[in-house]
């Protein structure tokens, strides 16, 4: 049952805003105002929706005492009681509690996992895969970090990911991803299983993380390309420590001072990161809120090239259109990981 006392705080919330923002509210505060407007917005529109649903399924059956509007009446109420699970469904879909980092851009990290050269080389084909989805999506695929290997394989690669709902439709992909395939360095034919890492982030903002300088070590290296390549003569790739936690972060471009940006946002997005994880930590022991259990070291899919099936063993998702899913076709299988954790968190709320 939708409780009516939150619906109507809802809504009176909203019209305060409205208010609020019609009378012309102080600098500093409208942008703030603007975004729980824009946020609430959605929700307040499911629950008219609902409630005009109901309001005409009343109407109907005030009509079947009418001889005149009965047969009308007898035709309209069914299709109206029909629509109405689905209406009460989207609301309790639209009052979840947000995660106020879904609509941010993202920082996505791969590494090869086990496998060697084959799963540098798989490493390599995710990559690709997550640009055609960015770039399918009308998203900026920005490569921060890139260490190849003389195969075409990839040893890291960091990557910055700008858009609207970057973080929403990536943030189940973190996790151990599994290739089963006949490497192309394999003569007898033989499958072999290897694995590659993504890390997804989002990324943080000034407000989330704030670094004391006196915890970074930053220091300037030579850069160099895939491989060694097209080494340069300045030393312009920057690495930055941030000592209390350890963690190495560095960033290779022309432009020193572009370095420095980038990897100083990398650096925060990460920390931000462990800080969500922390808060998530300290809410639920055992983290069963986060899509299985949120740990990347658990394998979430695998990739089967002989059979062209994908398989997310999150949800037991099996899709037998791999060449599409390398080409960057993930929505289906992330509506069904997002569908399967809203669902998540209903049963938690019932």
């Known amino acids: 049952m939708i409780p009516e006392d939150r619906l109507r705080q809802i809504e009176d919330r909203f019209q305060f805003l409205e208010a609020k923002m019609n009378a012309g509210a102080e600098a500093g505060e409208i942008a703030q105002l603007a ?3 824009s946020d609430l917005k ?6 008219a929706l609902w409630r005009q649903l109901r309001a005409d399924i ?3 059956q005030g009509m079947l005492d009418d001889p005149d509007m009965r047969e009308l009446a007898e035709e309209e109420l069914p299709v109206l009681r029909k629509r109405l699970p689905q209406a009460e469904h989207a609301l309790q879909l639209a009052l979840l509690p947000k995660d106020d980092a879904d ?3 993202a920082i996505v990290e791969i590494r090869p996992g086990t496998g060697g050269e084959e799963a540098a ?3 390599g084909d995710l990559l690709r895969m997550y640009q055609r989805y960015a770039e399918a999506r009308g998203w900026t695929f920005e490569i921060i970090e890139e260490n190849a290997t003389e195969l075409g394989g990839i040893k890291e690669v960091v990557a910055h990911v700008k ?3 970057v973080f929403a439709r990536l943030k189940f992909e973190s996790g151990v991803h599994r290739v089963q395939r006949v490497p192309t360095t394999e003569s007898g034919g033989r499958i072999h299983t290897s694995a590659a890492t993504v890390a997804v982030l989002p ?3 000034d407000v989330d993380i704030q670094i004391d300088a006196g915890d970074l070590r930053i220091d300037t290296m030579r850069s160099s390309g895939a491989g060694g390549q097209h080494v340069n003569t300045t030393d312009s790739a920057v690495r930055i420590t941030h000592l209390p936690s350890g963690i190495v972060v560095t960033s290779s471009e022309k432009s020193q ?3 420095r940006e980038i990897a100083m946002q990398v650096l925060k997005s990460r920390l931000y990161d462990l800080e969500r994880q922390r808060v998530d930590s300290a809410r639920s022991a055992d983290r069963k809120a986060q899509v299985g259990s949120g740990d990347r070291s658990e394998r979430i899919r695998t990739y089967n090239f002989p059979q062209g099936r994908m398989t997310d063993h999150r949800i037991n998702l099996t899709l037998y259109k791999l060449d599409q899913v390398m080409q960057g076709d993930l929505d289906e299988i992330v509506d069904a990981l997002t569908a399967d954790f809203q669902a998540t968190q209903l049963a938690a709320l019932s």
């Open 35 to 37: 975004k729980e407007y």
């Open 42 to 47: 959605p929700v307040v529109d499911q629950i």
């Open 58 to 60: 009343a109407d109907a």
């Open 103 to 105: 609509a941010r851009s």
């Open 121 to 123: 080389l798989f490493a």
């Open 163 to 165: 858009g609207q709902n």
């Open 203 to 205: 990324e943080a903002e």
């Open 257 to 259: 001072h572009r370095n």
